[in-house]
């Protein structure tokens, strides 16, 4: 690893004042070599906050939603939530901190193929053991919003690949979470499903006070954030530069 000073990504959720100075995150390729997938990265996000990482494949942009998730832990510096230190948490409380805080919107949407759109939207809330009537209520409505009203009973394999990541949306929503992060939510979406996805993650997030970290490579979907950052090498930057489009794949 790199021996200079890294800094600390802090996700800030509090009204106390809080510095946020960085973190680090390397691995290493198959001649040894090191690569710094996030490198000296110092980020907060309030509440209410949507916040866009913007870059191209490779960037680090996975990685670092993946330490704010404590699915990763870093190399060196601190991740903060609400004033608790989440890099020293072990895995038991990792886990607990992602199923009870956390709302996750992976890629890959993580479906089970054998249950139903409700019961795939249900199965955070089941984890929380809450009733199984009683997920499928709080499950339902958002199912509905995302436009799959008519899609409870269908199983992934009955559904279009926009519809399955509607599904993992649901599920990432009904569980209320105070911290909500989506690894590009609209990349499997056409562009009417996208602006109504964008649009609800927005809305999510004024109505329940909560950050959204969103990662995309689309700088169209950054006209729908608060703030923009960049993304390249595993460095961050301010704003959007889209200068870095004609490298996206």
Not at 1 to 27: E, F, H, T
Not at 66 to 84: H, N, V, Y
Not at 141 to 153: K, N, Q, T
Not at 185 to 192: E, K, Q, S
């Amino acid at each position: 690893m790199s021996g200079r000073r890294q800094k600390v990504l802090v996700l800030y959720l509090a009204n106390s004042a809080l510095d946020a100075p960085v973190i680090a995150w390397a691995l290493y390729d198959g001649a040894g070599e090191t690569i710094n997938a996030v490198d000296g990265v110092s980020l907060r996000v309030e509440p209410g906050e949507f916040v866009a990482l913007y870059g191209p494949s490779g960037s680090g942009k996975t990685t670092l939603l993946m330490l704010a998730a404590t699915i990763k832990q870093p190399d060196s510096g601190s991740i903060a939530f609400d004033g608790r230190e989440l890099a020293s948490l072990t895995t038991r409380e990792s886990a607990r901190f992602r199923r009870e805080t956390v709302g996750i919107v992976f890629q890959g949407f993580h479906l089970r193929q054998g249950a139903s759109a409700l019961d795939n939207a249900c199965l955070k809330l089941l984890a929380l053991n809450m009733r199984w009537s009683d997920a499928q209520s709080q499950a339902r409505p958002w199912l509905e919003r995302l436009g799959l009203g008519h899609r409870l009973e269908s199983r992934p394999a009955e559904m279009s690949m926009g519809e399955r990541q509607r599904v993992a949306l649901a599920r990432a929503l009904a569980t209320k979470p105070r911290l909500l992060l989506a690894d590009e939510p609209t990349g499997n979406l056409d562009t009417r499903r996208s602006q109504e996805v964008l649009g609800l993650l927005r809305d999510i997030c004024t109505e329940e006070n909560i950050p959204v970290i969103l990662v995309t490579h689309d700088p169209q979907a950054t006209t729908y954030v608060s703030r923009v950052h960049t993304l390249r090498d595993g460095t961050l930057s301010d704003g959007l530069h889209l200068d870095l489009h004609a490298t996206v794949s």
